[in-house]
């Protein structure tokens, strides 16, 4: 998926603290804000805010934008200077604006490429209340905030789902193909006074069905008896 690269200038140290992690967990936050989009949420850490609180990533319906790379903290969790929220997490907030479906979608997609990158499991993905007791994401946990049944419990399938299942006909075709790649197109000329002398003899049976091509492949138990007949 695509992400907007706006990384938080160094000198921003209250809000890119610029200390190493190695992200061994992912937290979901929801911004709190019912009109904010993720390029308002991303502007206000990169230039205005003097709060120490910031985010790796924030998406909305539209767009995911990373703040802070994933080998640095970011302070969102709300355990502490040594927290582990805090110390191993990647943080993504959510907007609570636009399309709600769409915003949490992204999330979702930019949780499984992390999860896969970062080799995290799906068990080692958080609500930000995890670590803190705060109610956030409010948008995924709370009632009052949830909208089309789009929850915590919407969102951890979500991220548990393999990719795409493959329909009958892609799977039909998938076999088609493998069959036609080890199957020989058509018996080669050269073997024909051999092949009609072996089915003759009951040693090969002929393909009845021209159709089926990888029937024409010769079996090790026809390989066995005519070797064995050569050579006795
Ligand atoms: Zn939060």
Redesign the pocket.
Known sequence: MQIKQQIIPKSRKTQRPGIAMIPQFITI??TGNPSSTAQNEADYVCKNSVRQASFHFVCDEKQVIQVIPTNEIAW?AGDGGSGTGNRKSIAIEICESGNRKAAVDNAVQLTKQLMDECKIQPGNVFQ?HHWSG?N??RILRDNKYIKDRIDWKYFTAKIREEEEEMTQEQFNKMMENYLASRAQKAPHDWSEEDRKWAEKNGIIQGDPDGEKRYQSFITREEAAAMLHRTIK
Do not use: A, W
Request: aromatic share 0%; with cysteine.
């Open positions: 936050h929801s969102h930000h705060k956030c994401p």
